[in-house]
């Protein structure tokens, strides 16, 4: 790619070997309504997370007793929209024939359109103000972009329909990468929890029901307060000025980026001080942790956490076979025995720290059997986390250069 600046109708970035002016055009002039009709295709639906997708391949159930008659034919290459999305970027350049509701627009083009560089054109946040701008309606609701009202809006796009190509494969090749890495995300998500739910004993038994090979003892039930102790450890010395909180998702993280202020007090000094490796438990419930949330230090070398968290560390065991034990719902039933009644308090358990180390946890009596749970599960967030950070990597990429390659 050849960077461009300072020009009128040039983006900032292009493809080498591009230099000519952008021109400007009516969507008219290149797009005219179609209005064929037709019942004995597949079904196709819009969306603005998706674009142009089967109807088939959606979570929605299509209602098999509706009339089909009055459906339009989309060709590939057809560029579709809800007329009353359109300003929340629900249009798209299709890549399959099929039809589409009464209710979409087809729009065809013509013989100067590449449709795959229209499909992010179209999507530009200044063509959307323009789409709401020109709707009609008297609210968001309730407003239409008709055809014509469409074809009045102006853009910009390259005179070259090599380069409309280079920019659509682009990014076509882009949204490939990041729908790969989604998948690989949510298929790792889906194993981890499948695997959390087999590889735990649960309903009271002692014998989980995935297990590595040469473990057949049964788990044993230990007091918490058996395999770890409590830290009251204070920051009376300003030894952190890191404010920590507890995310359900993310662990223990620096409060003022997770919430992007300090909730905190400035001063610390009667905070707990806890150091790498040591566990601290969040009593606030929420939908992802109603009965809170248990967690391991270990992206800081050390962090203040608020005197209402219990905060302990690990005596004897394997500590990533506890961290991933505190993932599952097996600790649940134990700390809801020990919840006061009245419990909740704004959201916050009423549970007393002494309380707390007597809650009974269900671990393995081998230590190399935890340790081999342990480090199963922390292969998997490393995966899991690797592909999170890939797919914001990419979108990231995606936003910047939607930006920087278009007029």
């Known amino acids: ?56 391949e959606s979570d929605r ?34 890549r399959h024939d099929g039809i589409v509701s009464p209710a979409y627009v087809v729009a065809r083009p013509n013989s100067e359109v590449y449709a795959r560089f229209f499909a992010r054109l179209l999507r530009q946040p200044m063509l959307l103000k323009q789409y709401q701008q020109v709707s009609q309606g008297n609210s968001k609701d309730t407003q239409v972009l008709k055809f014509d009202d469409f074809a009045s809006i102006g853009i910009s ?3 070259s329909e090599n380069e409309q190509c280079q920019i659509g494969a682009f990014f076509d090749r882009l949204d490939s990468l990041i729908t790969l890495h989604q998948r690989k995300y949510d298929k790792l998500c889906v194993l981890k929890k499948s695997m959390l739910d087999k590889m735990f004993p649960k309903g009271g038994s002692l014998y989980p029901e995935i297990r590595f090979s040469g473990f057949t003892d049964p788990w044993e039930q230990r007091k918490l307060g058996e395999v770890a102790r409590r830290v009251t450890r204070k920051n009376e010395n300003g030894d952190s000025d890191l404010p920590l909180t507890i995310s359900a998702q993310y662990g ?35 939908a992802d942790s109603p009965w809170g949330a248990i967690k391991r230090l270990e992206k800081y070398d050390m962090g203040c956490v608020s005197t209402l968290y219990i905060c302990f560390e690990l005596l004897s065991g394997d500590p990533d076979f506890l961290v991933t034990y505190y993932e599952t719902d097996r600790w649940y039933k134990a700390v809801q025995l020990i919840a006061a009644e009245g419990a909740r308090n704004h959201g916050l358990l009423n549970i007393a720290p002494d309380d707390f180390f007597e809650t009974q946890i269900c671990i393995p009596k081998r230590i190399d059997e935890q340790c081999r749970i342990g480090a199963v599960f922390n292969r998997l967030d490393s995966l899991i986390t690797l592909h999170q950070r890939k797919l914001e990597l990419l979108r990231n990429i995606k936003k910047s250069m939607l930006d920087k390659m278009f007029v």
Do not use: C
Not at 7 to 18: A, C, D, N, Q, W
């Open 61 to 94: 159930e299509t209602n098999p007793g509706a009339s089909l008659a009055n459906y339009k034919i989309v060709h590939f290459g057809d560029v579709v929209y809800n007329s009353m999305r359109m300003w929340q970027g629900a249009v798209d350049a299709s």
């Open 252 to 286: 223990l993280v620096d409060q003022r980026t997770f919430f992007n202020s300090q909730v905190a007090s400035k001063d610390m000094s009667g905070y707990f001080l806890l150091h790498r490796g040591e566990f601290a438990y969040n009593k606030s419930t929420s």
């Open 1 to 56: 790619m050849a960077e461009q600046h300072g020009k009128t109708l040039v983006p900032e970035i292009r493809f080498s070997g591009f230099t000519d002016p952008w021109e400007q055009r009516k969507l008219g002039e290149l797009f005219e309504e179609s209005d064929e009709r037709a019942s004995d295709r597949e079904i196709l639906s819009v969306s603005v997370a998706n674009g142009i997708y089967p109807a088939s």
């Open 157 to 159: 796009m390259p005179a």
